[in-house]
C-alpha cells in the first residue's frame, strides 16, 4: 500500500543519512529547560535533576557516561522503579513503575511511542544511551503531550540535538570483550542552520560464567560451572538531525534515526542453541515545526510529522539447535510495523497565572508477517486529543487538571488467526469504545518555599494491543473480546528543603488500583490473553539530595511498598505481585578529590520477590554495588574506571534459567573538541 511504501523508503532514508555521516551531535547539557516545577539548588553533578515533583525526573549523560550503565539499570537507580534483564550488554530488559507491569508504560524517543502492535514490553536492551541527551521519567500519569492515556507513566529518551557548536569522541572496554564507541559533532551549515549528527556502536561476547543446573533445579549435587554460548550482541546506530530558523521567526528540525541490531539467542541453560539468533532493524524519521510566540508571547504553537518503522526477526532453532542442526522454516518468524504520526500543539498562558497546553494527533500503525509466518496484517487507526490546563490561584496553592480521549479502529487485512474453536479468518476486528482518561492534581507552596508539596488522583484507561486481540504468535490464541485495561492512581507528594538549600527531603505516598488487567494464561499448551488481572499497590518513596561540603554529594533512595493480586482466583488472590519487591534501597556518594579526581560509590539491595503468581518461586534478597574513578586531565577530555557488581553476585533474573553477569569492568575515554 501507499503508506507502507512511504514507510519502506523512511527507513532506507535514515539509514542511508545516519551511515554516510558517521557524525554525532555535541553534547548539550542545558539544551532544553528542566519542567519548572521548581528545581532545588541541590548539586546535580550526578545527572539527575531534583523538581519538586515526585511524579517527573530528569536525567542527563552525566549520570550514566563512564559508568557501565544500562537504560534499565539507569532507571532503577529511582526510587519506584524495578528492573529486569535477562543478561548482559544488548539483553531483553524493562521496568515497572509503582508496580505497574513494563507492558503498561509508555516509552518513547523523542516523543514517538516505541510500543508496538504486539503488546509487549519495550525492549530497553535495544536503547544505546550514547545516541541520548537526557531522559524525561513520569512516574504516576502520561503527560498531555503524549495523550495522558496509559497506566504505568511514561519513560520519554530524548536523542542529542543541533544547538550548540562541539563535538566529542567517546570509547570503550569491558570484560567479556565488551566494547562500545560514539563519535558526535555540530556545526552551523550557514547563520539559519545548524547541523548534528551521531554514530554510536556497542558489542559484548556475553560469554560469561554461570552455574548450570543440569536440569535439577532443585539438586545441587550435579550442578557445574559452564559458559554462557551464542550470547554475543552487537548494534550499530546514527542520527542526523538539521535545525533551521526560518525568516519570518519559525524554527524547523528534520531528523533522521537508524538503528541495527543483532544477537545470539542462548537457549536453556542445559541445552545452549548455537545458531538461533534475533536481528532487530529500526528507524525514524521527524519534521517538526515551532512558532514564534504570539499574543505578546501568550501562545505558542507546534506541529510535527513522524514517520517510524520496527522489523524484528527471530531465528529460533531449539530443540535440535544444541547439536547445530534444526528446522529453520518452521521456526524462522518475526513481524514489521510501521507507525505514522501527524500531530499539533498549542502552549498557552491566557492569565498571569494560569496556563495550558492542548494537542490532537492521528495515529496509524500496521504490523505485517514476515519469516515463515502465515500471512497476516492488522492496521490500527487512533485519534487523541489531550489538554492540560494549571491555575495558581494565590501564592501557595494552585489547581490542575489533565485529560485525553482516544477514539481508534482496527482492521484485519487478512490472515489466519487462532480462535479457541480452532484457526480461522476473522471477517472484521471488534468495535472498540472511545477512552477517556484524566486527573487533577493541586500544588502547594512558592517556588522559594522550603515546603512544597502536590497531591493528585486520577483514572487511566489502556486498549488492548492489536496482537492481543488478534493472535498471531505461534502457539497464542486470540481473543477479540479483551476489554480494556483501567487503573485507579493517587499520589501525594512534599518536598523539604533544609536551610542554606544543600539538603532536599522528599517523600511521596502512591497508591493504584488496577483492573481488568491483562494476563496470558496457558492451556494445554497455547496461550490465551484474559482480562482477569486485578492488583492493588500501596507504597512510599523517600529521596534525600545533599551535598553537606563542596566535595561529598550523597542521595539516598527507598521504596517501601505492598503489592496484592486481587483477581477472582483464589490461587492467586492475596499475594504478591510477581517481580515486586516489598522493599528496596539506594545508596550513592560522590567524593570530588583534589586533582580533579572524582569517585563514585553506589549500593542498591532488594528485598525477596517471587517470580511466578502462586508465590511457589522466591527469588532471594541481593545486594549488588558498584564504583567509579574518573580522572579529568583537561576540560574537555575525562577518564573514567568503573567496576559493577563488586561482590560479584550472580543472582537469576525469573524471566530466564541464566543469572545476571558476575563482576563487570570497564575503561571509557571522552574527549571533547
Known amino acids: 500500500m501507499r503508506t507502507t511504501s512511504f514507510c519502506k523508503a523512511a527507513y532506507a532514508a535514515a539509514l542511508w543519512c545516519c551511515a554516510a555521516t558517521g557524525f554525532a551531535v555535541a553534547h548539550v547539557p542545558d539544551a ?55 543478561g548482559g550488554l544488548g539483553s531483553f530488559q524493562t521496568v515497572s513503575i509503582r508496580g505497574i507491569a513494563a507492558r503498561n508504560i509508555l ?18 536492551g535495544s536503547i544505546d544511551l550514547n545516541q541520548m541527551e537526557k531522559v524525561e521519567v513520569y512516574k504516576n500519569n502520561v503527560p498531555a503531550k503524549f495523550g495522558v492515556s496509559g497506566l504505568g507513566g511514561a519513560i520519554n529518551f530524548v536523542t542529542k540535538n543541533a544547538v550548540k557548536k562541539g563535538g566529542r569522541v567517546l570509547a570503550a572496554y569491558g570484560n567479556h570483550n565488551t566494547w562500545e564507541g560514539s563519535f558526535q559533532v555540530a ?27 543440569n536440569g535439577t533445579q532443585y539438586n545441587d549435587e550435579d550442578d557445574y560451572t559452564a559458559t554462557r554460548e551464542n550470547a554475543e550482541f552487537t548494534d550499530v546506530s546514527g542520527n542526523v538531525q538539521f535545525r533551521m530558523l526560518h525568516g519570518n521567526g519559525y524554527f524547523s528540525t528534520l531528523s533522521a534515526t537508524a538503528s541495527r541490531a543483532e544477537s545470539g539467542n542462548p537457549g536453556k541453560e542445559q541445552n545452549q542453541t548455537k545458531v538461533a539468533k534475533f536481528v532487530g532493524e529500526s528507524a525514524l524519521i521527524r519534521y517538526g515545526l515551532e512558532s514564534v510566540g504570539y499574543l505578546d508571547d501568550k501562545l505558542f504553537l507546534y506541529g510535527a510529522l513522524s514517520a517510524r518503522f520496527d522489523k524484528n526477526m527471530s531465528s529460533s532453532f531449539y530443540p535440535l539447535d544444541h547439536i547445530g542442526f534444526g528446522n529453520n522454516v518452521f521456526m524462522d518468524y518475526g513481524t514489521a ?20 497546553t492542548a494537542r490532537v494527533a492521528y495515529e496509524w500503525e500496521r504490523a505485517e508477517a514476515r519469516g515463515n509466518s502465515k500471512g497476516w496484517a492488522l492496521d490500527r487507526k487512533t485519534f487523541v486529543g489531550s489538554g492540560d490546563l494549571y491555575y495558581q490561584f494565590f501564592k501557595y496553592a494552585g489547581l490542575g487538571g489533565e485529560g485525553s480521549v482516544q477514539v481508534l479502529k482496527d482492521r484485519l487485512d487478512k490472515g489466519t488467526f487462532v480462535l479457541p474453536t480452532g484457526s480461522r479468518t476473522l471477517e472484521k476486528a471488534a468495535d472498540r469504545d472511545a477512552t477517556f482518561a484524566g486527573r487533577i492534581y493541586s500544588r502547594f507552596g512558592a517556588s522559594a518555599s522550603p515546603l512544597t508539596g502536590e497531591v493528585s488522583i486520577g483514572r487511566f484507561y489502556q486498549q488492548p494491543a492489536l496482537m492481543e486481540l488478534y493472535g498471531t504468535f505461534p502457539g497464542a490464541v486470540s481473543n477479540p473480546e479483551l476489554k480494556r485495561e483501567k487503573a485507579t492512581k493517587f499520589e501525594a507528594t512534599g518536598t523539604y528543603r533544609f536551610p542554606g538549600n544543600r539538603t532536599t527531603f522528599q517523600a511521596t505516598y502512591f497508591e493504584s488500583h488496577v483492573e481488568d488487567g491483562i494476563y496470558w494464561l496457558m492451556s494445554v499448551e497455547l496461550l490465551r490473553p484474559e482480562n482477569v488481572a486485578r492488583s492493588l499497590v500501596r507504597g512510599v518513596e523517600m529521596e534525600l539530595n545533599s551535598s553537606p561540603t563542596k566535595f561529598l554529594d550523597v542521595v539516598l533512595r527507598a521504596t517501601i511498598q505492598k503489592t496484592r493480586d486481587r483477581s477472582h482466583s483464589n490461587t492467586y488472590n492475596g499475594n504478591k505481585l510477581p517481580g515486586e519487591p516489598d522493599r528496596s534501597y539506594y545508596a550513592e556518594a560522590t567524593l570530588h578529590l583534589p586533582f580533579r579526581f572524582n569517585f563514585i560509590w553506589a549500593s542498591d539491595w532488594r528485598s525477596v520477590m517471587y517470580s511466578d503468581r502462586a508465590n511457589r518461586t522466591d527469588q532471594p534478597a541481593v545486594a549488588t554495588h558498584r564504583a567509579s574513578l574518573s580522572y ?3 576540560d574537555n577530555t575525562r577518564l573514567t574506571f568503573s567496576v559493577n557488581n563488586i561482590t560479584d553476585e550472580k543472582y537469576r533474573n525469573f524471566y530466564t534459567p541464566f543469572p545476571m553477569p558476575g563482576r563487570e569492568y570497564k575503561f571509557t575515554i571522552i574527549q571533547g573538541f
Open 187 to 213: 556545526t552551523p551549515v550557514t547563520d539559519s542552520i545548524m547541523f548534528a549528527s551521531s554514530f554510536a556502536t556497542r558489542h559484548s561476547d556475553n560469554d560469561y560464567e554461570y552455574t548450570n543446573r
Open 337 to 356: 510495523t510501521y507507525k505514522l504520526v501527524p500531530e499539533l500543539w498549542t502552549e498557552f498562558t491566557p492569565l498571569e497565572h494560569l496556563t495550558g
Open 107 to 124: 516509552i518513547c524517543v523523542d516523543g514517538v511511542p516505541l510500543n508496538d502492535a504486539s503488546g509487549g514490553a519495550v525492549n530497553l
Open 32 to 86: 532544553a529547560p528542566v519542567q519548572d516545577l521548581g528545581v532545588s539548588e541541590v548539586s546535580g553533578d550526578d545527572g539527575y535533576k531534583p523538581t519538586t515533583s515526585a511524579n517527573y525526573t530528569e536525567i542527563t549523560s552525566d549520570a550514566w557516561e563512564g559508568k557501565g550503565l544500562s537504560a534499565a539499570d539507569l532507571l532503577s537507580t529511582l526510587p519506584g522503579i524495578q528492573s529486569y534483564k535477562q
Open 632 to 634: 579529568n586531565p583537561f
